[in-house]
T-cell receptor, first 110, second 111 residues
Framework: EAQVTQNPRYLITVTGKKLTVTCSQN?????MSWYRQDPGLGLRQIYY???????DKGDVPEGYKVSRKEKRNFPLILESPSPNQTSLYFC?????????FGQGTRLTVV | GEDVEQSLFLSVREGDSSVINCTYT??????LYWYKQEPGAGLQLLTY?????DMKQDQRLTVLLNKKDKHLSLRIADTQTGDSAIYFC???????????FGKGTMLLVSP
């Protein structure tokens, strides 16, 4: 079964404490991306990766890092989280025509 | 870059048809998508249409594309309470890999 798996699903953390949200796909897709979803703003792309070791900024990259050491994994790293990064995060893995989304990670930074 | 606009809310009665509208700015968008998000869930691709098509029908769903007006619509026939969700229109302005989403239309279906 085609899957994009994000962990954790829910996370509450404090300002400044580094965290990583993991994302893994089993479809051998080259393209993966991260989005955040905020009320009234829809989904905005944070970072994307066209292939292993190839990453690039999306529309809202500030405060985030990513890495793509293997094709299946694309973790999102918040080195020093701040309250304005409280959001719902989605990882996506794309074929040519379709993006498959993970279930989402609801992050709260206090 | 691409900009995608949608109306924010639509309320219909069960059994009626629903029409959700979307406008986009990038005329070079190759693919246009409709995604559905149920409460607490991720995004589920409902359907997509290539820019060289005018219409696509898939069971209860009909997508209409007016390239001249850059207008996309999703019609849901015989709307059910299970169709209540947020619907996102999305376009790929620079290839399939970069999706620009609208803010989403919340569809509420009442019995």
């Amino acid at each position: 079964e085609a899957q994009v798996t994000q962990n954790p699903r829910y996370l509450i953390t404090v300002t400044g404490k580094k965290l990583t949200v993991t994302c893994s796909q089993n479809m051998n897709h080259e393209y993966m991306s991260w989005y955040r979803q905020d009320p009234g703003l829809g989904l905005r792309q944070i970072y994307y990766s066209m292939n292993v070791e190839v990453t690039d900024k999306g529309d809202v990259p500030e405060g985030y890092k990513v890495s793509r050491k293997e094709k299946r994994n694309f973790p999102l790293i918040l080195e020093s989280p701040s309250p304005n990064q409280t959001s719902l995060y989605f990882c996506a893995s794309s074929s040519r025509y379709e993006a498959f989304f993970g279930q989402g990670t609801r992050l709260t930074v206090v | 870059g691409e900009d995608v606009e949608q109306s924010l809310f639509l309320s219909v009665r069960e059994g009626d048809s629903s029409v959700i509208n979307c406008t986009y700015t990038d005329s070079s968008s190759t693919y246009l998508y409709w995604y559905k998000q149920e409460p607490g869930a991720g995004l589920q691709l409902l359907t997509y249409i290539f820019s060289n098509m005018d219409m696509k029908q898939d069971q209860r769903l009909t997508v209409l594309l007016n390239k001249k007006d850059k207008h996309l619509s999703l019609r849901i026939a015989d709307t059910q309470t299970g169709d209540s969700a947020i619907y996102f229109c999305a376009g790929s302005g620079s290839g399939y890999s970069t999706l620009t989403f609208g803010k989403g239309t919340m569809l509420l279906v009442s019995p």
